[in-house]
């Protein structure tokens, strides 16, 4: 079992920044890959962005690609989610999750394939 908690959420305003850390204890962090998802209101959790175990691959869906980048410290347990240029449709709450896999090679974009999830952290981006 792996206990997640997310911060860095916040009101913003179009186009500005924020960074999301996600701590993670209780599991060999460095061996699963690990996701970002979000839900807004009224609709269903989507996929942001994944980081495999071995640092160096990187996944996003197309509404985020450019503007956020997902990366993760090993010896801190942490995994980040930088966003730049953000934009009202981006409000959401943010989800940290670890890949039901270890050692899966590559990254899914499926949230059935991450077992544990963070409480999340309220992202806000006014107009």
């Known amino acids: 079992q792996v206990h997640l908690v997310e911060s860095g959420g916040g009101l913003v305003q179009a186009g500005g920044s924020l960074r999301l850390s996600c701590a993670a204890s209780g599991r060999t962090f460095s061996t699963y890959a690990m996701g970002w998802f979000r839900q807004a209101p009224g609709k269903e959790r989507e996929f942001v962005a994944a980081i495999t175990w071995s640092v160096g691959r990187q996944s996003y869906s197309d509404s985020v690609k450019g503007r956020f980048t997902i990366s993760r410290d090993n010896a801190k347990n942490t995994v980040y989610l930088q966003m730049n240029s953000l934009k009202p449709e981006d409000t959401a709450v943010y989800y940290c999750?670890?890949?039901?896999?270890?050692?899966?090679?590559?990254?899914?974009?499926?949230?059935?394939?991450?077992?544990?999830w963070g409480q999340g952290t309220q992202v806000t981006v006014s107009s």
């Open positions: 999750a670890t890949d039901i896999r270890r050692y899966r090679a590559g990254v899914t974009s499926t949230s059935a394939e991450y077992d544990n």
